[in-house]
């Protein structure tokens, strides 16, 4: 193969990810370039999309897997992630209401994938610096490129892939073009309806040497997402035989047989500590404009200014009853085990604070994002032999919540007899006879409760403040060489700098959240009437899970129920005090409040080689950062017991902790790609990858807020002495491109990774406080893990329209922390995903299943072995379009069609349920115009 065309081809793959290197746009300006030119390939229609995507990954310098619009301003599914979940060895989470928002490449969860948009690094509105995806409307997206394998000439920060999102260019299609879309959509379950519109244009002009595209995306959305699961946690009993685990029963250790003694048969008992069940409600308005200008005022000079803003406004309230029925020394009677496991028992103490109050719990989540990106590029071709690239970026993410969350409670206060008896399912059954014969779940769908049948219990006002801003800069050269097989030597320098800061705003820490309950409640009826405001009977309430419990509850307006409360003031308070509503409201935390800089200096150099049937890159990544991260400490005076499972902690007054932390890494690459034929190749590649630790891990705040409800344990936040996960990586990848648009590819990896983050538990600490010990957790780096896997992919298409996709990906991985073994958090075992499509003529129609593994979520959450899991999920989506004209589109698509529900457990076990959340299948009608 000649030296140029080797080059063209690495260069394209090259370029799809790094701003400040010749664009793929602007390759019809090199003579020599002789590969296809794909960013000048109109795009339309599934088939062409895919299309598309082989012909990237074929032309890929390193294992690479692409997705593609099907047009100018449409993606193919209507969230950027749930289209990468189509790609071999992708899986993605889920928000509320099914939309996908964190990514995991080859099993390793968010924090090991670095996301880019046009090879820049996006701020993020989360603790961490794993992107939410559902900040990012997908009409702002022409391509999506997921890179598992390394490259010197790429960013540093990943280890599982890292994902480079592409926006279009003017010069994709010469002219002027445009694009209006409309859609509605509908989620069976819910019945609520939704909206989106967006446009697009773009032109060239003046004799094709400037260009410029516009896209304007606004979408209104209502979710709603059935939800279950624990409080707090399961309890479990000491267990002599796990030194590591001593116990988290509250109340006192569990004992059936009443004498009050650890028996054997007793060790490492558990039961239910609390529970909950609601729905999640959601109004969702999302906002985005881009827009990219090119100049091109000869063959040698290309400019490029480009810019993306979007704001997501999704508030969510959630109803839901909560039931706290955590053991105590006579609480329980008529108490049944099975296989370590208490499985049913009744509360029927007549002490108030003995017996099952059930509580209604409202609670809030502002979240308003600000997230925008705006970057300058260039290309000069000082000669024959020298090319000099620029880029220069800034992207920033806000979101201002602080104060405006609620975890707001209500709490019954009627004599009431409970049973509670696990089931295999999201919920226990729940049956509540009160004294007065009134029965909960019937009470409660007849409208037979009234405020004065609630107590005020819990007021916690929350959120936080975030704010992050990112600064790059990148200078570049490739020099042409053309001898000893040496085609090009890439070389650059880049400068990122990163600051990013938290504000906590809650009242849990001067004890507001506290202010009005035990001893100091209010009758509810007592605050003026009206509080609770509306019975909620929502239509498909939970109707998968056969579990009996009240099906009906309801639901109270917290700025109203506020307000109530501060209009009580003056009030006598039973400790002598009036009421004072100031006292309850949320104030800075500096506990959990943190300032982190970071700057990084990177400097890369890359050859690239090329022979007769091979291609090769070999390079070299020096990366040197350094930080500096503030928080605060404050140590706990007293704690004063208000009543059971309800504390009060008086802290010193705080004090600023100032670290700063410095590492230096030489991160190597080598990719090598050998042609049997030109259909057939052989892709080899090794390197040494990192990925920095999430921000909030770097920050050394610290909480005691869970001495409230009585769980005594300090949580360090990190530290700024968290190395970076690092990993020694091989990549082997077989592919055959045996047929025009269809390829059948299987790939084998390796990583060694050191240094991954994990968390330590420290039992029966003394942290300074007078008569009590604690459980401290502290992250830490582990010693190492292991994770290889094999992945295949085979995709075809017929000439009579039809054509299908399948991607298998299994890996197997383990870690170890002080030389016990333990599972890889974040890790599924297997995913899969199956397509089928037919496009022919004016139809296209598809179907795609993607299915995930179940995988472990956090290690060691009940004592040595018990992990938690997220268990496994098939996602089916299916799609038709007709091409009314050259003009005109219609297409209907639907989501979760198997209408499934995302669960949690222990260890995979259904009687240890551990979350329930069930999105409803949704259906999207869309019109497309075009221009």
Do not use: C
């Amino acid at each position: 193969m000649p030296a140029a065309t080797a080059w063209s081809q690495q260069a394209t793959a090259t370029a799809a990810v790094d701003p400040a290197g010749e664009t793929a746009a602007a390759a019809e300006d090199d003579p020599d370039r002789t590969a296809i030119d794909l960013e000048t390939v109109q795009v339309s229609g599934v088939r062409a999309a895919l299309a598309r995507s082989t012909e990237l990954k074929r032309d890929a310098a390193t294992v690479q897997d692409s997705i593609s619009a099907l047009e100018l301003g449409r993606f193919p599914d209507d969230n950027v992630a749930d289209s990468l979940s189509h790609i071999t060895g992708v899986s993605i989470t889920r928000t509320a209401g099914g939309e996908g928002q964190k990514v995991s490449v080859r099993g390793l969860g968010p924090e090991y994938t670095l996301t880019t948009f046009n090879g820049r690094i996006l701020a993020t509105d989360g603790a961490g610096r794993d992107f939410a995806y559902d900040v990012l409307p997908s009409d702002v997206i022409s391509g999506a490129d997921v890179v598992k394998g390394a490259q010197s000439v790429l960013t540093e920060g990943a280890i599982g892939g890292l994902i480079n999102l592409r926006s279009a260019s003017p010069f994709d299609q010469k002219g002027q073009h445009a694009i209006v879309r409309v859609e509605g959509d509908r989620n069976q379950m819910s019945e609520l309806n939704g909206r989106k519109f967006s446009a697009t244009y773009s032109n060239t002009f003046a004799d094709d040497t400037m260009g410029i595209l516009l896209g304007a995306v606004y979408a209104e959305r209502k979710d709603r997402t059935d939800i279950a699961g624990n409080d707090g946690g399961w309890t479990r009993n000491p267990d002599p035989s796990d030194p590591n685990w001593g116990g988290n029963a509250w109340g006192g250790n569990i004992d059936p047989n009443g004498n009050g003694e650890l028996d054997p048969d007793e060790y490492g008992l558990i039961a239910p500590g609390q529970f909950r069940v609601g729905s999640i409600l959601e109004d969702k308005k999302r906002r985005a404009f881009s827009g990219k200008f090119e100049w091109r005022p000869n063959d040698d000079v290309t400019i490029v200014v480009d810019g993306l803003k979007t704001r997501l406004d999704s508030p969510q309230v959630s109803y839901q009853q909560s039931f706290y029925p955590l053991f105590a020394p006579g609480r329980w009677s008529d108490i049944n085990v099975q296989n370590g496991i208490v499985t049913g028992f009744t509360m029927d103490n007549p002490d108030p604070e003995q017996r099952m109050n059930p509580e209604l719990l409202n609670q809030t989540e502002h979240r308003v994002v600000e997230t925008d990106l705006f970057g300058i590029n260039g290309r000069w071709n000082v000669n024959d032999s020298l090319t000099l690239t620029g880029d220069l970026y800034r992207s920033s993410s806000e979101r201002s919540s602080g104060g405006q969350d609620t975890y707001v409670v209500l709490r019954m206060n009627q004599p009431n007899v409970t049973r509670i008896d696990l089931t295999r399912g999201a919920m226990p059954n729940v049956t509540t006879t009160f004294d007065d014969g009134r029965d909960l779940s019937t009470g409660l769908a007849n409208g037979q409760f009234t405020d004065r049948d609630f107590n005020t219990h819990y007021m916690e006002l929350r959120g936080d403040n975030i704010k992050d801003e990112i600064t790059g800069g990148t200078i570049g050269g490739k020099l042409y060489v053309g001898e000893w097989n040496i085609d090009n030597l890439n070389f650059g320098f880049t400068r990122t700098e990163r600051s990013k800061r938290r504000d906590l705003i809650n009242n849990t820490l001067n004890g507001g959240a506290d202010y009005y309950s035990v001893d100091n409640a209010i009758n509810v009826g007592d605050l003026g009437g009206g509080v609770l405001d509306r019975t909620l009977a929502l239509p498909h309430f939970m109707d998968k899970v056969g579990s009996a419990f009240p099906r009906a509850f309801l639901g109270f307006d917290v700025p109203n129920y506020l307000a109530s409360l501060e209009a009580y003031n003056g009030q006598p308070r039973p400790d002598g005090t009036v009421y004072d509503y100031s006292m309850a409201a949320p104030q800075w935390n500096p506990l959990e409040s943190y300032r982190v800089e970071e700057k990084t200096n990177a400097f890369y150099v890359q050859a690239d080689l090329s022979g007769e049937r091979w291609n090769a890159d070999v390079g070299v990544r020096v990366v040197s950062t350094q930080t500096r991260a503030e928080a605060w400490d404050a140590k706990i005076i007293s704690i004063t017991e208000n009543g059971a499972f309800n504390y009060t902690a008086r802290y010193a007054d705080p004090t600023p902790v100032l670290q700063d932390g410095s590492y230096r890494y030489i991160l190597p690459s080598g990719n090598f790609t050998w042609r049997f034929t030109d259909d057939l190749m052989l892709r080899l590649g090794a390197a040494k990858t990192m990925a920095r630790p999430p921000v909030d891990k770097l920050a050394p705040t610290n909480t005691t807020a869970s001495v409230s409800w009585g769980e005594f344990t300090q949580i360090y936040g990190g530290n700024v002495d968290l190395k970076p996960y690092t990993a020694k990586q091989g990549d082997v990848s077989l592919e055959w491109y045996f047929a025009e648009q269809s390829i059948a590819n299987v790939a084998v990896f390796y990583k060694r990774i050191e240094n991954q983050i994990t968390t330590s538990w420290e039992p029966g600490q003394d942290i300074g406080v007078p008569g009590y010990l604690f459980n401290v957790m502290r992250p830490i780096n582990g010693d190492y893990a292991k994770v290889h896997g094999v992945e295949a992919g085979l995709q075809h298409f017929w000439e009579n329209g039809l054509g299908f996709r399948a991607q298998y990906t299994r890996n197997w991985s383990k870690s170890f922390v002080d030389g016990e073994e333990r599972p890889l958090e974040g890790i599924a075992p297997s995913v899969y995903s199956l397509g089928l499509m037919y496009e022919k003529g004016p139809w296209s129609v598809s179907a795609t299943a993607d299915h995930s593994d179940g995988f472990v979520t956090a290690t060691n959450v009940l004592g040595t072995g018990y992990n938690e899991q997220s268990d496994k999920l098939t996602w089916l989506t299916a799609s038709i379009s007709y091409e009314i004209n050259d003009m005109f589109s219609v297409s209907l698509q639907g989501q979760n069609l198997l209408d499934e529900a995302q669960t949690y457990s222990i260890n995979g076990n259904p009687l240890l349920s551990q979350g329930y959340y069930r999105y409803g299948r949704s259906f999207t009608l869309g019109f497309s115009a075009r221009f």
